[in-house]
């Protein structure tokens, strides 16, 4: 028997042991790598088949927990954190296995560049996690809405000016003006926003702004997943 071999297979063996992956073994593809690791999440259960299973969720509890973890994780963080949180609430598995924080690099536009919107990224992410097939249809009309809808809205505002957001102290408490954007583009949004509303991109409105438009966005894709679960 070849020692150099067996030295060979001894250093593969500790280092998966040292990174955790020693459950993976031998032989596993990169494919089957990331359903390794969401399987040692639950060690009893693997990840099902997609689309995930869903329930109808609050919308008005998507709005208030997406607008708080903006605070926390930016845009995209944001709305998939909204979506995600009450899912947890209301489904369990396997929405426990989904790693969240990796939705931080939609912020700003993916990574500060000003591209699609991170509270449409992050919507349109779990949009397709549970709508299967129909994830088109549905992140279409979420796209189209964006572009024609005054953010931020109305009920934003008013969770704002009455303290009903769950954030402990808001960058501001006032109603803000509301702007099209007629672009699901970040840069476009922003400075549409920022135009009309005589606040600079770095302004604490600004970001308050961002906050509640990632509330909304995820409140509107959480009614369309509702509808798309009632068959409508």
């Known amino acids: 028997m070849d020692p150099n071999r067996n030295e060979s297979k001894l250093a593969r063996r500790n280092f998966l042991k040292q990174s955790g992956l020693a459950a993976t073994a031998v032989g596993i593809g990169a494919a089957g790598m990331h359903a390794a690791l ?41 709305s998939s954190g909204g979506l995600l949180s009450v899912l947890i609430e209301e489904v369990g598995y396997p929405y426990t296995l989904f790693p969240h924080d990796m939705m931080r690099y939609g912020g700003g536009g993916i990574a500060g560049w000003g591209t699609v919107c991170g509270s449409l990224n992050g919507a349109c992410a779990i949009i397709t996690l549970v709508a299967g097939t129909d994830y088109g249809r549905i992140t279409n009309e979420l796209m189209a809405w964006y572009g024609t809808t005054p953010f931020p ?37 922003v400075n549409t926003w920022c135009r009309a509303a005589g606040f600079a991109s770095a302004s604490p409105q600004r970001a308050e702004r961002c906050a509640r438009l990632t509330g909304d966005v995820a409140a509107r894709a959480a009614e369309l997943l509702n509808a798309h679960a009632r068959g409508e």
């Open 153 to 189: 809205s109305e009920t934003a505002n008013r969770y704002a000016v009455n303290g009903e957001y769950l954030v402990p102290q808001l960058k501001t408490d006032a109603a803000l003006p509301q702007t099209i954007s007629e672009s699901p583009l970040c840069h476009v949004s």
């Open 38 to 78: 969401l399987a040692a999440e639950d060690p009893g259960s693997d990840p099902p088949e997609w689309p995930w299973p869903y329930k109808e969720l609050d919308t008005e509890l998507v709005r208030k927990r997406s607008h708080k973890y903006y605070y926390e994780g930016g845009c995209m963080y944001g």
